[in-house]
């Protein structure tokens, strides 16, 4: 209903009742009203003053209240317009529960005077309330075999509401085998039975699944429903039955013991105890082959009992009854038939006669190692016999006699490939299918010494860093030989060699049981660079074999030589004075720096830097060449000395370097320039009788002295024998002055990136250097005069300059100046 129509629809009536009241001594009325439950929130139940007769203006005035007895307060008054409305919605199925009549008593207060109004409110029903059932699912079990009209109770469907909206009626949904009878009970409730009215059959369909509808009597009605799930029980009504009536199977004789024929399958459409089914044998049966073969009862497998032989008996028939544990137990029968088929059940036999092992592995090709005998108790082709070996081993099959056969050595054998054998040797009946039988044999090989100890590599190259320590390990030279014991033993020996009158095992040592090579001496890259020598391995057999490997040790250079200056030349202490005129052009050449040094590569590569310059605008500093030019001529202002601090330094890590000091003084006199100085001409009278005497003198000299180098270098160099280890002598010749004068001066370097020519120049001469070569060849300074003028007197002085370098490297410096 709408909340419009509860409202005004509602019945209301009232029933005076005259009581004797002891109070105020007058008669009180009962007030009765009857409204439907829900009824909303501020719906008007009555006009209590109105019905009570009371002034509505007063109602404040005179405090009117309303008292709900043992209630909680659903309804309240209006004191304004004296109406009683609902407060909250009343719900009748839960203030009055299991009740067909609901009331709600009240007393209605007013105060000038006191006077107590009795009002009772009926609450009558509604229909919003749907039929439930106590279950939603319904389970029945029902035995197939029941008969048709039998009746099953099944839980009823309660409503909260009461009267006509309570449940009026039942439906089930549609099927063949059920039906429902409705019944009411003596409070008026209804329930439903359920009634079988056809049989039922589990193997066709074991579960019924039923919605049974409970509907009440309101309008409009309201429903509720339960699944019934009828679940079939079984009945022994069917046999067991086998797939065939009969069958034929074959089995081999000698099968084994426990061996299954057949399992047999027959089956029962029933379920439980009444599709259970017992395999047994019936009295058909002979004892016989109920010995022979078992019969399992639950499985009905047959397996063979005990051994069956073609010769003895070649068919078993029996017969195998198959019963369910019903309480009628129902059966079957079937009837089989065992064939038993001949086999060829013998199998070859092999037998080693004689076998020889060890053999050394260098046996020769077709010894025979092995006589073996075949047999095989079949006959026919069963009792014919096949020997045979695996195709990949280096041996052969031969028969020597009537099933005798000799195992010979047909390939070469090497023990370092294979140290053994194992050799199976199979014999196969040509039966079907065919037996066999097999022999394996091991065969061990005795070692030889056949095999040449081997090096890893044919050639060594080992770097070593020069001013190693002496006894440090170079590198481990390990050769293998996959011979055995005594034979596999290796002792390593360094082949002498006499290089430089030196033997290798002064230099060089190694371990003879594991091959590591030391150094036995400290090596300096500026003697020797390389050394090339022979390691040999032999081993202990008998006859010993032995392999030697080329060893390249490849001396490497540290930054061990300190740069040494050779221009300009220092009479004394490493300070150099000259004298310029103030009138020198800008870009002269001044003075140049050479230093040489022993180390080679990136360690010998020199630079130059100014460490002290007087006047810095004044000179520049070449830092390749050495050469100190002026950047600008001199002034007034400039000073009449100055003083040049040149460092010459090498790559090397770290740097090595060495200083020299030019002090310059400046003076008023016109002197030839160096570019001047460089060519004299021939028109001059440099062959005056004191430069002339010189000249002889200073060419008589040089010559006797060329004359003895020569002679002692000749004899060096048959003494010693020449070496792979130390390259010959390239650079070792000291070159000679040719009659009496060198055009020009040369700084020679010899090593492994250099071999380049300078022109080392100064302002007293020139200069000839050569850089040292290996096997300790010496650094050649030479210096000529030149001729200032044809006025100038001039005399000469020669100063050799001898230095000992590091490793006794010893280098030479002669020096030739004019003054």
Avoid at 240 to 263: A, C, R
Avoid at 442 to 452: K, R
Avoid at 738 to 748: E, F, G, P, Q
Wanted: with cysteine; glycine share 4%; proline share 5%.
């Amino acid at each position: 209903m709408d909340s419009d129509l509860k409202t005004r629809s509602w019945r209301r009536y009232v029933s005076l009742l005259l009581l004797v009241s002891v109070f105020n001594q007058s008669a009180l009325a009962v007030t009765h009203y009857s409204i439907p439950e829900e009824m909303e929130v501020g719906s008007v139940v009555a006009n209590l003053a109105t019905d009570l007769g009371l002034d509505v203006q007063t109602l404040v005035k005179r405090n009117i209240r309303l008292d709900v007895i043992a209630n909680k307060k659903y309804l309240a008054i209006n004191k304004d317009r004296g109406e009683l409305y609902i407060l909250e919605k009343i719900d009748r199925e839960y203030l009055c529960p299991a009740k067909i009549t609901c009331f709600l008593k009240m007393e209605v207060i007013v105060e000038n005077p006191e006077r107590i109004f009795y009002v009772e409110l009926e609450i009558t029903d509604i229909n919003d309330n749907n039929p439930q059932f106590r279950r939603d699912i319904i389970n029945l079990d029902i035995t197939e075999s029941t008969p048709a009209g039998e009746r099953f109770s099944v839980s009823n469907a309660v409503d909260s509401d009461v009267g006509s909206n309570s449940v009026k009626t039942y439906y089930l949904s549609q099927n063949e085998h059920f039906d429902i009878e409705i019944q009411s009970g003596r409070d008026g409730s209804k329930f439903a039975d359920l009634i079988l009215k056809k049989p039922l059959d589990r193997e066709t369909q074991a579960v019924h699944n039923l919605i049974l509808t409970a509907v009440d009597g309101g309008v409009p009605p309201r429903s509720g429903t339960a699944s019934i799930v009828v679940r079939v029980l079984d009945a022994n009504d069917n046999a067991p039955k086998f797939d065939q009536e009969s069958y034929t199977f074959s089995l081999n004789e000698n099968s084994p013991i426990g061996s299954l024929v057949v399992k047999l399958n027959a089956t029962d459409l029933d379920e439980g105890s009444n599709a259970d089914l017992v395999y047994s044998f019936s009295l058909y049966t002979s004892e016989k082959t109920q010995k022979a073969f078992s019969l399992n009862p639950d499985s009905g497998e047959i397996r063979v009992k005990e051994m069956v032989n073609y010769e003895d008996f070649k068919i078993y028939n029996m017969e195998v009854i198959a019963s369910d544990k019903g309480t009628n137990p129902l059966s079957a029968q079937c009837k089989l038939s065992i064939i038993i088929t001949d086999m060829n059940d013998n199998h070859p036999e092999i037998s080693m006669k004689s076998f020889q092992s060890p053999v050394k592995e260098d046996i020769p090709v077709n010894t025979v190692i092995a006589v073996v005998s075949v047999s095989d108790k079949d006959s026919g082709e069963n009792g014919q016999v096949d020997i045979h070996i695996s195709d990949d081993l280096p041996f052969a099959l031969k028969e020597s006699s009537d099933n005798y056969y000799e195992l010979l050595v047909s390939e070469p054998l090497d023990r370092e490939k294979v140290p053994e054998y194992d050799i199976t040797i199979t014999v196969t009946d040509r039966g079907n299918p065919p037996l066999s039988d097999n022999e394996t044999i091991t065969l061990e090989l005795l070692d030889i010494n056949d095999n040449v100890p081997q090096f890893p590599q044919t050639f060594y190259t080992i770097p070593v860093m020069e001013n190693n320590a002496p006894g440090a390990l170079l590198s481990s030279l390990t050769a293998l030989d996959p011979d055995l014991h005594e034979n596999q033993y290796l002792v390593y020996f360094i082949i002498e060699k006499e290089i430089v009158n030196t033997s290798m095992s002064m230099l060089f040592s190694i371990n003879p049981e594991n091959g590591n090579l030391y150094a036995l001496k400290t090596f300096d890259y500026e003697i020797e660079k390389e050394f090339l020598f022979h390691i040999e391995a032999r081993d202990s057999g008998v006859p010993p074999l032995s392999s030697t490997v080329t060893v390249h040790i490849n001396i490497m250079d540290q930054n061990d030589n300190t740069p040494l200056i050779v221009s300009p030349w220092r009479a004394h202490g490493s300070v150099v004075e000259e004298k310029i005129p103030r009138s020198t052009d800008k870009g002269t050449l001044i003075a140049k720096v050479i230093a040489i040094d022993s180390d080679s590569v990136h360690n010998s590569r020199i630079t130059y830097q100014f460490l002290h310059n007087t006047d810095a605008t004044l000179f520049s500093l070449d830092q390749y060449n050495g050469e100190i030019r002026t950047m600008r001529m001199f002034s007034y202002r400039d000073s009449r000395h100055q003083q040049l601090v040149v460092i010459a330094k090498d790559n090397g890590e770290p740097a090595l370097s060495a200083t020299v000091t030019v002090k310059l003084s400046t003076v008023e006199i016109a002197l030839k320039t160096y570019a001047d100085m460089t060519e004299v001409p021939l028109g001059y009278d440099i062959f005056s009788d004191l430069n002339l005497y010189l000249v002889i003198g200073l060419g008589s000299v040089s010559f006797l002295l060329l004359i003895t180098l020569l002679v002692t270098i000749v004899l060096k160099c048959q003494k010693r024998k020449p070496s792979k280890a130390a390259p010959p002598c390239r650079n070792s010749v000291i070159s000679s002055e040719r009659n009496s004068t060198i055009a020009d001066s040369t700084l020679v370097s010899n090593d492994a990136y250099w071999y380049s020519l300078f022109l080392a120049e100064t302002r007293k001469g020139k200069l000839v250097v050569r850089q040292p070569v290996p096997k300790g060849a010496r650094y050649i300074v030479s210096s000529l005069p030149r001729s200032t003028g044809l006025t100038e007197t001039s005399d000469s002085a020669a100063s050799t300059l001898q230095e000992n370098q590091n490793n006794g490297t010893e280098s030479t410096a002669m020096v030739k100046y004019s003054k």
